[in-house]
């Protein structure tokens, strides 16, 4: 137990300042996937547009549906990450010394320091996993999605031509 009140408010602010920094990431990947699958979804609009043009969209639906399911497994990979709790175990902190002496306290707040260190880079580590694997994946395949409908010519061809149509009547 911490007896100096100021310290026991430094382990609160530390404590609260790795949710927060979870809750920040989390959020901010959680924004990003968002506006990826609404580009996805605008793909997949122009790829219908394609299809009703006469044109193959068959690999930009396949890349569509691949990004959809890689989008939904990092939404579900934010979700967890966003769940996780990062605070340091304090009854497994070991001290040598009764924690009632001022060199007790001490020693304490030396485990307690490294205990936040550990929470801290196990944060870190998972947001790292997060960003580099299950989002880059998604923008990744969102990406190739709209590399194929790049390759389809004249998917707005038709429409462009009914539109230029009724702008000149």
Known sequence: DIKD????QAVEKLTSRLAELNETWTEKFSSQ???LSAIVQKIEKR??????????????N????TAKDLVVSAQAAVV???????IPNVSTLVTTVATTTSQGQD???????VAFQASHSALFNDLMALRDGPRAFARTG???ALKELSTLQGVD????AAAATTSNQ
């Open 5 to 8: 009140k100021k310290r026991q």
């Open 157 to 160: 061809a038709v429409q462009t």
């Open 33 to 35: 996937l968002e506006r």
């Open 142 to 144: 969102g990406q190739n």
């Open 80 to 86: 967890a990450q966003s769940a996780k709790i990062y």
């Open 62 to 65: 396949s890349a569509v549906q």
């Open 47 to 60: 790829a219908a547009a394609g299809a009703t043009n006469g044109r193959d969209v068959t690999p930009v």
């Open 107 to 113: 020693e304490l707040m030396r485990a307690m320091k």
